[in-house]
């Protein structure tokens, strides 16, 4: 069997309960079945309590990551590279912390390098490493731009995210094809106009043809 060390201390308030063992996640999750009207002892449902035990351990594997260690190793050969970066399109996946219900949608990362830069997919590690939580959109975004700038100290970091919220599309008001986008921008991105329109560009894809302008 697969353990996942639990979240950090950081994560979790002051008082912490030990973490529930397997028997008892499967046992709510039997509950959340009884709940829903339906008879956790018939065979189609026998080892459901144990299949969402362990996809529980994929939606929040974030919390078993360390986003700070993912961004620590960075490369300082760049040739004086200071132009923006952009990770254009990561999916993202995550969940809602007041529905428990998907979050589907796509994040854009930039940054302007300040000397150094770090594996791009270490980027959409840190996506992940947040993600993987129970979240709301708000929070996530600036977790992921503040840990950029608190690691990599760049010139800016833009984070942009773009997500339909399945507690809004499948149940509650009932709006498909509605999305919330969210942005964070620090340092550059907050403070020169031009460097954001620049950003705002490469994301709508016509970047590249306005450098050359
Ligand atoms: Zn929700």
């Known amino acids: 069997m697969n353990i996942i060390a639990p979240a950090t201390s950081r994560s979790i308030g002051e008082e912490q309960e030990p973490p529930p063992t397997r028997e008892q996640a499967e046992a709510a999750i039997r509950t959340l079945l009884r709940w829903a ?26 919390y078993a990551t360390d986003p700070l260690a993912l961004l620590e190793r960075t490369f300082e050969e760049t040739d ?29 990362v930039a940054y ?14 840190v996506v ?11 929070k996530l975004t600036a977790q992921i731009a503040n840990t950029i700038q608190e690691v990599l100290e760049p010139r800016g970091v833009a984070v942009v995210v773009e997500a339909a919220h399945q507690c809004m599309t499948t149940r509650g008001v009932h709006k498909p094809g509605v999305t919330m986008v969210t942005s964070r921008m620090l340092g550059a991105f907050r403070d020169n106009p031009a460097t954001r329109r620049e950003l705002l560009s490469m994301i709508n894809g016509r970047g590249v043809m306005l450098q050359s302008e």
């Open 80 to 108: 004086g590279y200071d132009e923006i970066v952009l990770l254009r399109d990561i999916r993202l996946e995550s969940t809602c912390e007041h529905h428990m219900a998907p979050i589907i949608g796509r994040v854009h």
């Open 37 to 62: 009207g339906d008879d956790p002892d018939r065979e189609g449902l026998r080892d459901t309590p144990s299949r969402v035990a362990r996809a529980y351990r994929e939606f929040f594997v974030g």
């Open 128 to 138: 992940d490493a947040y993600a993987k939580r129970l979240q709301i959109q708000e």
């Open 112 to 125: 302007l390098p300040h000397r150094r830069v770090v594996g791009i997919s270490k980027l959409a590690r």
